[in-house]
């Protein structure tokens, strides 16, 4: 497996890191691409790290509250998920490489295959890890 980053990838990391990029403008692609680029720099758990204290500085620098915004069980679910779909993808050249050939990272409602309304949208799930109470999500070592 051979995933890379593009010179756009890494404008875009440093643009995010720097609180540089527009919070209006993060979306579930956004998300999506910040993942992939850390996943393909560091291992599951320190991909997460890195998502967590980006997107909390982010919101911070901002002028909103992590505590409100920020939802630790959507955030380390979507790095799970990244790194499935990047276990079995050959290899992508760049974050918009790897969202092409795995356009369902697209789809913001899958995790709803995953959990119930009732434990996503919990506040224990926006503050904590929770695991899914439908249907397991795919977890690679790497």
């Known amino acids: 497996m051979k995933h890379r980053i593009s010179v756009a990838d890494q404008t875009f990391k440093q643009q995010v890191e720097f609180c540089a990029f527009p919070v209006a403008d993060f979306d579930h692609r956004a998300h999506i691409r910040l993942a992939y680029i850390y996943l393909v720099e560091y291992n599951t758990v320190a991909a997460l790290n890195r998502v967590r204290r980006t997107l909390t500085a982010l919101l911070k620098h901002a002028g909103i509250d992590p505590v409100q915004k920020y939802h630790e069980t959507l955030t380390k679910a979507w790095i799970l998920a990244v790194r499935h779909f990047m276990e079995n993808t050959a290899d992508a050249q760049s974050a918009e490489d790897f969202i092409a ?42």
């Open 101 to 142: 050939k795995n356009p369902v990272v697209l789809d913001s409602k899958i995790m709803m295959r995953h959990y119930s309304a009732k434990v996503l949208f919990s506040d224990l799930a926006r503050q904590s890890f929770v695991q899914p109470d439908l249907e397991p999500i795919p977890v690679h070592d790497a």
